[in-house]
């Protein structure tokens, strides 16, 4: 069934190697700049291995999202999978989820880069400066995505490319410097609960990647350009978090302990100057990944609209940027007066839940979707059948079933809020 575009007015503008780029700024974020010493801390020189297998784990879901989306056209991602599948409650309940774990996703960043500003203004993260700050990233984010989803994704690729540089570096100066009886991958015997730890931690620094097809209404030919651009994005991804996680065993002795592990270590061979462009790093690696949720989370807000969800104000799209301005807005506002008020930490709770439950709702609906549009030109067919949508949902399960009670509870109250909200449809 050829899947007509569900936003009309909104411009076709993104081309394929600004997907990709799009994809690689939702994914590596801030946390790789302390992922090599969180991960040392559980695993030793053993966490250089688990970083190369949580790439490959994550690869299962990658490819169920990369399938599903090599299906459709229209925008919602997640939500458009599970109610093609499983009907629109199922599917309202995941594109709900997904939205506010968004919501949450831009306070809190917004947050992070105050406290990321602090390395070169100490204050920072109070006052008038940290509102400052917050309010004038996400406003400028907002302006961006307003003007037109073609500037939206320029700023999100340059942000790619800024975020890129200082890893690239400090890989390839590092790698003249690695002790390799450090990086050595073996050590003590590991515990169970350290596995656990770490499964939760690595795998979800590779999160990030279900947001893409959220705009898929707004790229060039998303059937065969959004495929793409994951495949691209967990190979690029793996590969850069292999090596840094190589180079700093190799050159920072102590790693698990350090609280700023590259920036440290980059001091150790190279110098304050590549130190202070690792800090630099991490703040554009954080308004990489702001960016990109500014993007994607009024996307799914205006396929839930356009789907009769909410006023029918929020579906709009404006005449001349083609973008739809009023759901940019509102997710700015919302996103404003949760980090202000520091009340995004509660929404924060449902990130691993939510995630969690649109892995499992793409990969169940992609063993739906493959009998149904498997047979489509250009569609893509995954080697085995259904064994790697099975794999994926294993994988989910046994990630939910890390999961904290809190995480669980906050997740059943949004569901049950969600449920509600579904009845008043349109």
């Excluded at 390395?119 to 993260?125: E, M, S």
């Excluded at 991804?237 to 790693?255: M, N, R």
């Excluded at 509660?346 to 498997?374: D, E, F, I, M, N």
């Amino acid at each position: 069934m050829e899947q007509s575009d569900t936003s009309p007015g909104t411009l076709r503008a993104v081309s394929r190697w600004q997907i990709v780029g799009l994809s690689i700024n939702d994914v590596i974020g801030s946390g790789i700049y302390l992922l090599p010493a969180a991960a040392a801390a559980l695993l030793g020189p053993a966490s250089l291995w688990a970083v190369l297998l949580a790439g490959f784990a994550v690869s299962l879901l990658v490819l169920c999202y990369a399938q599903a989306a090599s299906y459709f056209d229209g925008p919602g991602g997640g939500y458009l999978y599970a109610r093609e599948a499983f009907g629109p409650f199922v599917g309202f309940e995941v594109g709900w989820m997904l939205l506010l774990t968004r919501i949450a996703t831009a306070a809190a960043l917004a947050n992070g880069l105050a406290e990321a500003v602090t390395h070169f203004w100490p204050a920072a993260d109070t006052g008038w400066a940290r509102v400052s700050i917050v309010a004038g990233s996400l406003g400028l984010l907002v302006a961006i995505n307003i003007i037109g989803v073609r500037a939206a994704a320029n700023a999100g690729v340059l942000l790619a490319i800024g975020k890129l540089v200082p890893l690239v570096l400090f890989v390839a100066i590092g790698a003249f410097h690695v002790d390799a009886s450090l990086a050595a991958p073996a050590g003590a015997p590991l515990s169970v609960r350290s596995l656990g730890e770490a499964a939760l931690l690595l795998l979800f620094a590779y999160a990030g990647f279900e947001n893409l097809p959220a705009a898929a209404g707004e790229y060039r030919n998303p059937r065969r350009d959004v495929p793409f651009a994951l495949l691209t994005m967990i190979a690029t991804v793996t590969l850069v978090y292999v090596s840094v996680q190589w180079v700093a065993l190799g050159t920072l002795p102590g790693l698990a302990g350090s609280s700023t592990p590259l920036a440290e270590a980059a001091s150790r061979f190279s110098g304050e100057g590549l130190a202070l462009l690792m800090t630099v790093g991490a703040s554009i690696s954080i308004l990489g990944t702001s960016s990109n949720t500014v993007l994607m989370a009024p996307r799914y807000l205006l396929a839930l609209a356009q789907d009769g969800y909410g006023p029918r104000w929020l579906g709009a799209i404006h005449p001349r940027f083609r973008t739809p301005v009023t759901a940019i807005v509102l997710i700015g506002v919302i996103s404003l007066a949760l980090a202000l008020s520091g009340s995004f930490v509660q929404l924060a709770l449902l990130s691993v839940v939510s995630r969690l439950c649109t892995y499992l709702g793409t990969a169940g609906s992609v063993l739906v979707l493959r009998h149904r549009h498997g047979d489509r030109d250009g569609a893509l067919r995954l080697p085995g059948g259904p064994l790697i949508p099975l794999a994926a949902i294993a994988l989910s399960i046994g990630l939910l079933a890390s999961a904290q009670v809190a995480n669980l509870i906050a997740a059943a109250i949004a569901l049950v809020i969600g449920a509600v909200i579904y009845r008043l449809r349109r």
